[in-house]
């Protein structure tokens, strides 16, 4: 079923480019007002043209208020995030701090900030943009995995405390999805192992997955999309996995 989302207002971070931008676009196609929030004010534009939206430009790791982003939200989609590759022992401890703020304390503070006005209308949806590295940890991701794990747990609290006032909240977890923060990922993986960039993509990110290929953003999108309709409203303090079945081993 096509959800009906006419009248819902959904505050989507990072919705510059990736997935963020395919969640804004199909969140938009069914109904709602769309509110565009990344650091690249320029990218936030295009992505809200597209899909007759608000653009916001904010950098969530200085930790804006809802207030900032547009106002009370019935849907947000926690999606900003960044991703820094090294060994653990020459990991910079300031790229860890920030990497804390961006995607673990950005999204309690804008869960914290919607809770309320969900509550009093007795609906509400938190998707969270997780990853398969939620689930599973990889060498030289301290602060992704770390910041994903943590997302995970806060994933689950807001489940319990929402549920009953009509909030659900999830975590998706794709695999490797083509957007431009995997296309970095590929040169620094390429830098750190030594290998080309197409032997990182078949021999580093795709070796445990039994689907050999990058995930689109439009899949990733489409799960989200799914989450907010009457069919999922019994799904709620999960993680869904979308990884071409990397966790099944």
């Not at 320029?42 to 043209?49: F, I």
């Not at 995970?152 to 807001?158: A, M, P, Y």
């Amino acid at each position: 079923m096509t959800p009906d989302l006419t009248g819902r207002r959904a505050l989507v971070t990072g919705g510059g480019r990736g997935i963020g931008r395919a969640c804004a676009r199909r969140l938009a196609a069914y109904g709602a007002k769309v509110v565009v929030a990344d650091i690249d004010g320029r990218a936030a534009a295009r992505a809200a043209g597209e899909c007759g939206g608000t653009a916001v430009t904010a950098d969530l790791a200085e930790l804006p208020s809802l207030e900032e982003l547009g106002g009370a939200v019935d849907i947000l989609v926690n999606n900003a995030g960044v991703q820094h590759v090294a060994p653990l022992h020459e990991f910079p401890p300031g790229t860890f701090a920030h990497m804390m703020r961006l995607m673990v304390e950005a999204p309690f503070r804008l869960v914290r900030e919607a809770l309320p006005g969900m509550y009093e209308q007795g609906w509400g949806r938190v998707v969270n943009i997780s990853s398969v590295h939620g689930l599973r940890a990889s060498p030289y991701k301290a602060a992704y995995v770390a910041a994903k794990h943590a997302l995970e747990g806060l994933s689950k609290v807001v489940a319990l405390e929402g549920g009953p006032h009509g909030v659900t909240s999830n975590c998706v977890c794709p695999a490797y999805v083509r957007t431009p923060l995997v296309e970095g990922q590929i040169d620094d993986q390429a830098r750190v192992h030594g290998l080309s960039p197409e032997q990182v993509t078949s021999d580093v990110l795709l070796a445990k997955a039994a689907v050999k290929r990058l995930i689109d953003p439009d899949d990733v999108a489409g799960l989200v999309a799914y989450l907010c309709t009457p069919q999922a409203a019994m799904v709620t303090g999960a993680s869904l996995s979308l990884d071409g079945g990397w966790t099944a081993q």
